[in-house]
C-alpha cells in the first residue's frame, strides 16, 4: 500500500481500520507494528518499485521474527 499511495495515506488507512476494527488489544498492537515496518519496506521499495521484492523482505522478516505475532 505505502509503495501505489505513499506512507502517509497508507498509514492513515490501516490505522482507522484498526480503530474501526476494534478487535483484541494485543492484536491491534501487533498489526499496528507490522503495519509499521510495512511502511518501512514499501518506502525502502518505493523508488524502485519493486513490489515483488518488497513482498519477499516481508516474508523475510516474518520468518526471522523481526514482525510481532500472537502468542
Known amino acids: ?3 501505489r499511495i ?3 495515506a497508507a498509514e492513515r488507512i490501516a490505522t482507522n481500520h ?3 476494527a476494534q478487535g483484541p488489544a ?3 498492537r501487533m498489526d499496528l507494528y507490522n503495519n509499521a ?6 518506502s525502502a521499495f518505493a523508488s524502485s518499485g519493486d513490489e ?3 513482498l519477499n523482505q516481508c ?3 516474518a520468518r526471522i ?3 510481532s505475532t500472537l502468542s
Open 1 to 3: 500500500m505505502t509503495m
Open 6 to 8: 505513499g506512507a502517509d
Open 18 to 20: 484498526e480503530t474501526v
Open 26 to 28: 494485543d492484536q491491534t
Open 37 to 42: 515496518q510495512g511502511r518501512f519496506l514499501g
Open 52 to 54: 515483488a521484492a518488497a
Open 59 to 61: 516474508a523475510l522478516w
Open 65 to 67: 521474527g523481526l514482525l
